[in-house]
């Protein structure tokens, strides 16, 4: 009696969770995907963080939630993680032909000025990538122009195969189908193309295998799973596109209290092949929401409950005393009797 009343008692103190499936119905929100990716292989100075919507709407160079680290071949920190301030996002989005100028100084433009695009001066190494990009030129070795090496923003190639990098953060995007991706390179937009420039770097020598040591979309509560956390990828070949494709299912929980939370839940596939280097997850949301309710019992059905267990108890020991007594009393007189064979 007293195991099975402890047992009742521990499943009247533990919530049970009811389940829920109805049609989202939920507008105008934003979808907050938490990710913290290892490249073992490949320097921070070189990848970068975009992420696009169904909508159209692209961010590039994303870093004002997110951070780097840099990590030596064996995967140890070289320094603390950095994150960029916010008003020192790269963004090489091509919309217009507008030009910073100077009335004192017009800088080189490496062969890119052109009247009918509206090129004539390049200050910075951001004018000299946009006048490439607005010809439709492939982007040379960074170093070779003179405004880059003054503002740092050059790449070294004995750097970027020599170390590893951590990125880990958060962004927040429209609540449509989209997709985000680390890849290496210069992030540019030319008539909502997107395109990465690597500058003289070989797409063959860049080694995307990697480790996902966390993933999920929104609020993380007790009890949810994340189907990849801890999982590693090694790229084989020439394979250095990795693509995972994931179905997001919008989730709410509401709790005892009666505060709700809302997350999402997501399932995983993903794919492999010879392509521009990166990792790229495409991500889609479910039309339906799935609802979890912690519910109590009440404290008529467990003394109902309570009541029954030791009045059964009772009643079959009781029972199973009497049959056991009346056997060996009949079994004491025939033995008494001498009837025993």
Same mark, same amino acid.
């Given at each position: ?31 907050? !995907? ?33 951070? $780097? ?16 301030? !916010? ?35 390049? #200050? ?9 990009? &607005? ?72 080694? &995307?295998?990697?480790? !996902? ?10 009890? $949810? ?14 394979? #250095? ?34 392509? &521009? ?11 339906? &929401? ?52």
């Amino acid at each position: 009696m007293v195991l099975l009343f402890l047992s009742e008692l521990y499943d009247f103190v533990t919530p049970t969770l009811k389940e829920e499936l109805f049609v989202d119905t939920s507008r105008g929100s934003k979808l907050k !995907i938490n990710f913290d990716f290892i490249i073992p292989s490949v320097s921070c100075s070189i990848l970068c963080l975009d992420a696009a919507d169904a909508t159209g709407e692209q961010h590039l160079w994303i870093d004002h939630n997110v951070y $780097k680290r840099r990590l030596d071949l064996d995967g140890k920190p070289i320094e603390e993680p950095k994150k960029t301030d !916010i008003t020192e996002i790269k963004k090489t989005t091509i919309k217009s032909t507008e030009n910073t100028t100077t009335a004192t100084e017009c800088g080189d433009c490496y062969g890119a000025q052109s009247k009918e695009l509206g090129i004539k001066c390049c #200050n910075s190494c951001e004018a000299v990538k946009k006048a490439y990009a &607005m010809r439709k030129w492939a982007i040379p070795d960074p170093s070779k122009f003179v405004q880059c090496k003054s503002d740092g923003s050059s790449l070294s190639s004995t750097d970027v195969f020599s170390e590893g990098c951590q990125i880990y953060g958060y962004i927040e995007v429209n609540k449509v189908a989209g997709s985000f991706h680390v890849m290496p390179g210069d992030s540019l937009s030319i008539d909502n193309l997107h395109l990465h420039n690597v500058a003289e770097h070989s797409i063959s020598k860049f080694n &995307m295998s990697h480790k !996902i040591r966390h993933l999920s979309f929104g609020t993380n509560i007790p009890g $949810k799973t994340n189907p990849i956390d801890n999982s590693t990828i090694t790229a084989l070949g020439d394979t #250095n596109m990795f693509q995972y494709y994931v179905k997001v299912v919008p989730t709410t929980f509401v709790r005892l209290d009666g505060s709700i939370l809302q997350t999402n839940q997501f399932s995983v596939t993903r794919s492999f092949r010879k392509s &521009m280097p990166g990792i790229v997850f495409n991500y889609e949301l479910s039309p339906l &929401m799935v609802k979890y309710t912690q519910t109590q019992k009440s404290i008529g059905h467990f003394l109902t409950n309570t009541c029954a267990i030791i009045g059964g108890t009772f009643t079959t020991a009781s029972i199973f005393d009497s049959f056991l007594y009346h056997s060996v009393r009949a079994i004491q007189k025939k033995i008494e009797l001498g009837k025993l064979n």
